[in-house]
């Protein structure tokens, strides 16, 4: 499968997702099942598209994963410290409400660790960050797909999800694997929950 084509089926099976409680009333087991059948189809589809010309580097390291999702951890800290700081400097009295439910379900909870990251990386960070990239510099294609991440995260401070789509394509591009990215991204939404 070519990158266009990745690009159009993720798309597609991404805003269907996003936009799917628009014309489907799911209780929790079948949003689990519609979550797990998409992303099952995002990961066939990846698996199925050729990485030639993309950031996915054809040897695969643990060293390279391990060293850069540690970086990557590291960036994403700073990050969200340093827009926060920042931010209470210039807007002391600013409430930036999370929007993270107090009541939060085990489907929740399932969803924002495992099935998002998945689903947004290769969706942002492999489809689309690639997709650009084979029309214009690769750093244009980073700060797109990191505009694009941040409007998809309408709650608390934009910034931090426009740094840490940023951070994430950085990762994937330097390690050359999205694995790095999906498993940091993971991480940090694991640690949000538990700090929330």
């Given at each position: 499968?070519?990158?266009?084509?990745?690009?159009?089926?993720?798309?597609?099976?991404?805003?269907?997702?996003?936009?799917?409680?628009?014309?489907?009333?799911?209780?929790?087991?079948?949003?689990?099942?519609?979550?797990?059948?998409?992303?099952?189809?995002?990961?066939?589809?990846?698996?199925?598209?050729?990485?030639?010309?993309?950031?996915?580097?054809?040897?695969?390291?643990?060293?390279?994963?391990?060293?850069?999702?540690?970086?990557?951890?590291?960036?994403?800290?700073?990050?969200?410290?340093?827009?926060?700081?920042?931010?209470?400097?210039?807007?002391?009295?600013?409430?930036?409400?999370?929007?993270?439910?107090?009541?939060?379900?085990?489907?929740?909870?399932?969803?924002?660790?495992?099935?998002?990251?998945?689903?947004?990386?290769?969706?942002?960070?492999?489809?689309?960050?690639?997709?650009?990239?084979?029309?214009?510099?690769?750093?244009?294609?980073?700060?797109?797909?990191?505009?694009?991440?941040?409007?998809?995260?309408?709650?608390?401070?934009?910034?931090?999800?426009?740094?840490?789509?940023?951070?994430?394509?950085?990762?994937?591009?330097?390690?050359?694997?999205?694995?790095?990215?999906i498993l940091v991204h993971m991480v940090m939404n694991g640690i949000v929950l538990w700090l929330n």
């Amino acid at each position: 499968m070519t990158l266009n084509q990745n690009m159009v089926y993720t798309s597609f099976l991404y805003l269907f997702l996003l936009n799917g409680h628009l014309f489907l009333s799911l209780n929790d087991n079948q949003t689990m099942l519609l979550y797990s059948v998409i992303v099952f189809f995002i990961l066939v589809i990846y698996f199925k598209t050729t990485k030639k010309d993309t950031l996915t580097t054809s040897t695969f390291s643990i060293k390279k994963i391990v060293g850069w999702g540690v970086v990557g951890l590291l960036l994403s800290f700073m990050i969200q410290w340093g827009v926060l700081f920042i931010t209470h400097i210039i807007f002391p009295r600013l409430n930036l409400n999370t929007d993270i439910p107090s009541q939060r379900t085990y489907l929740f909870l399932f969803v924002s660790i495992l099935f998002n990251p998945i689903m947004e990386e290769l969706f942002f960070r492999f489809s689309f960050v690639n997709w650009i990239g084979q029309k214009l510099p690769i750093w244009v294609g980073m700060v797109i797909s990191a505009l694009f991440f941040m409007l998809m995260h309408t709650s608390g401070n934009l910034m931090i999800y426009f740094g840490l789509g940023i951070i994430f394509s950085y990762i994937y591009k330097k390690s050359g694997s999205i694995l790095t990215s999906i498993l940091v991204h993971m991480v940090m939404n694991g640690i949000v929950l538990w700090l929330n």
